[in-house]
């Protein structure tokens, strides 16, 4: 299950049942799924730091790819439990419709269930592989057998013998029952004892055996002013055309490490005519709040806003002067400009208290990534531009795609 000789496998059943009538889910299915800032539990949300920290953690499981070191720095490993924002949605898995609520991830690729339900074995699953995997996930643990099962988003959408962790014991997850990984494969690289090669995600594996019609998924937000959020949607297998104001522009994925790990593509930022950021690799993450930009490039910004750090909150933060004269953040990808319009480069003020910050305050999403241009990840696009264009990530033509939405230059914040 574990080998691409499974995926061929697997590929070669899609093309045997082209020729018949093949049952395939609507393309364009969205998966509704709740979203939610991962407070953790604490008092006050610290959004910058629970930002930094993935993007920390991000940045060493590329580099840990790129050298080669196959038994990852298991502390590093990034998941949704360091996402500042987190999804969950449900899954079945089994053959007794037994349903799971799991994180949805973008920046990790593994599937696993058993922490706070256990895993009910059935008749389908099969964990006589003998390997076993263990992933520490800095702020929790996940550690159990690698199955097999049938794993289903919906009664259409279901993969058999998928690749799935068995939980025997699990920390950090108690309020989730599992994690459900939709980044890109090569993540899962070294997560698996002895495993040398990719554990393809439920989107590979409902790709390949031709249940949807491309290797994709596009994910559609609104922006929000509440800390708990039932706004997005997860469309497997293409795109909704009906969110989207305007062609979807594609580009190829960037090539640059380790931006070229996670969904990566190259952009350039603009301001008042001027760059802020040369084109250059970053990257798309659902689990980042801010857009993070390099070091260099965020001086830049804040020197042509006039908008001064807040120790407090971690972010910018700009006096009603100077919001008045704040112009667009344009953010070229593929020659269109994905413009952040001066409301959408506001935190929302209804959440201001929520950051620690003072509920009159404006503060600004635009934040410094921490180093400097040329590490191969220069910028982030998190939720607070997800939330503004519709984004499509497709593995199939190794692309990501953008159009504007009703909420583009909706005055919310
Ligand atoms: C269970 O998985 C193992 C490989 O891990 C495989 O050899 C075996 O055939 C599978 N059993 C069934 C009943 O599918
Ligand atoms: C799962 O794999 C086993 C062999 O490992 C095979 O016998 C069985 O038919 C597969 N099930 C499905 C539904 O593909
Ligand atoms: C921006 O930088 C220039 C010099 O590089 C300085 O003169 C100017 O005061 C700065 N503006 C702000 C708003 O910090
Ligand atoms: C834009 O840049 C020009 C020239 O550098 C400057 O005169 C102008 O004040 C800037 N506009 C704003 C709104 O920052």
């Given at each position: 299950m574990l080998s691409r000789s499974t995926s061929l496998c697997l590929l070669t059943v899609a093309l045997g049942a082209a020729?018949?009538?093949?049952?395939?889910?609507?393309?364009?299915?969205?998966?509704?799924?709740?979203?939610?800032?991962?407070?953790?539990?604490?008092?006050?949300?610290?959004?910058?730091?629970?930002?930094?920290?993935?993007i920390e953690a991000m940045a060493h499981?590329?580099?840990?790819?790129?050298?080669?070191?196959?038994?990852?720095?298991?502390?590093?490993?990034?998941?949704?439990?360091?996402?500042?924002v987190v999804y969950?949605?449900?899954?079945?898995?089994?053959s007794e419709g037994e349903q799971y609520s799991v994180l949805v991830d973008t920046g990790s690729s593994n599937t696993w269930a058993g922490s706070a339900k256990p895993y009910t074995r059935t008749s389908t699953t099969n964990c006589s592989s003998g390997i076993f995997t263990e992933v520490d996930y800095g702020s929790g643990l996940f550690f159990g057998e690698v199955c097999t099962d049938t794993v289903a988003l919906s009664p259409q959408m279901a993969v058999h013998n998928m690749s799935v962790?068995?939980?025997?014991?699990?920390?950090?997850?108690d309020e989730v029952d599992g994690l459900l990984g939709i980044g890109p494969k090569i993540l899962t690289w070294g997560t698996v004892d002895g495993m040398t090669d990719y554990i393809p995600t439920i989107i590979d594996e409902l790709a390949a055996q031709g249940t949807i019609p491309s290797d994709?998924?596009?994910?559609y937000f609104q922006p929000t002013t509440t800390m708990s959020l039932k706004n997005g949607e997860l469309t497997i297998g293409g795109v909704d055309s009906a969110k989207c104001e305007s062609a979807v522009t594609y580009v190829p994925l960037t090539t640059t490490t380790p931006a070229a790990y996670y969904w990566g593509i190259d952009a350039a930022l603009t301001y008042n005519n001027s760059a802020v950021l040369e084109k250059t690799a970053g990257i798309v993450d659902t689990g980042t709040t801010l857009t993070y930009i390099a070091s260099n490039a965020f001086a830049k910004y804040q020197n042509a806003t006039g908008a001064t750090l807040d120790s407090t909150t971690g972010l910018l933060s700009i006096t009603p002067d100077r919001y008045e004269n704040l112009l667009g953040l344009d953010i070229v990808i593929g020659g269109q400009?994905?413009?952040?319009?001066?409301?959408?480069?506001?935190?929302?003020r209804a959440l201001n208290a929520e950051i620690g910050g003072s509920d009159d305050s404006l503060y600004l999403i635009v934040n410094d990534i921490g180093t400097?241009?040329?590490?191969?990840?220069?910028?982030?696009?998190?939720?607070?531009f997800l939330e503004r264009y519709y984004s499509v990530f497709d593995e199939t033509n190794q692309r990501m795609g953008f159009a504007s939405t009703t909420q583009t230059n909706a005055v919310v914040n």
């Open positions: 020729a018949l009538p093949a049952p395939r889910a609507t393309p364009n299915l969205g998966l509704s799924f709740t979203s939610k800032f991962n407070t953790k539990g604490t008092q006050k949300f610290d959004l910058a730091r629970a930002d930094r920290a993935r499981t590329g580099h840990a790819i790129k050298s080669g070191n196959h038994k990852r720095a298991s502390a590093y490993s990034v998941d949704a439990t360091n996402a500042a969950t949605t449900t899954i079945t898995i089994g962790g068995y939980g025997l014991v699990t920390e950090g997850f994709m998924f596009s994910i400009n994905f413009k952040l319009t001066p409301n959408a480069q506001v935190w929302p400097l241009v040329g590490s191969g990840l220069d910028f982030i696009l998190g939720y607070t």
